[in-house]
């Protein structure tokens, strides 16, 4: 199995970015996908994550209403839209596929990208 996190960079505070999560190896449209940030010296903590059908999402306080995670099961992709970033969104972001059902938890994740590094100046 491989998730392939792209998309990341470097990008001014009040900027876009959008991550996208190409998965490999595995039957993407029967699994849950998450996308995680771990910041330098912190845990690694949720974001968003998404249902199967991709009918139900869900995000953390942090990133409600400026985050939009989507998926395309044709593609096997999962993307993370980031608007209005600011330098606390600065982290390594890594998707990941659930083996128990979409949760905020990372023990509940199988599978799991390289990340991809988001960079937000001030």
Do not use: H
């Amino acid at each position: 199995v491989q998730l392939q996190a792209s998309g990341g960079g470097l990008v001014q505070a009040g900027g876009f970015l959008r991550l996208s999560c190409a998965a490999s190896g595995l039957t993407f449209r029967n699994y849950d996908m998450g996308w995680f940030r771990q910041a330098p010296g912190k845990e690694r903590e949720f974001v968003s994550t998404i249902r199967k059908s991709g009918v139900n999402t869900y995000y953390a306080d942090s990133v409600k209403g400026r985050f939009t995670i989507s998926r395309d099961n044709a593609k096997n992709t999962v993307y993370l839209q980031m608007n209005s970033l600011n330098p606390e969104d600065t982290a390594v972001y890594y998707c990941a596929a659930a083996g128990v059902g979409a949760t905020i938890y990372v023990t509940a994740y199988k599978y799991w990208g390289q990340g991809t590094q988001v960079t937000v100046s001030s």
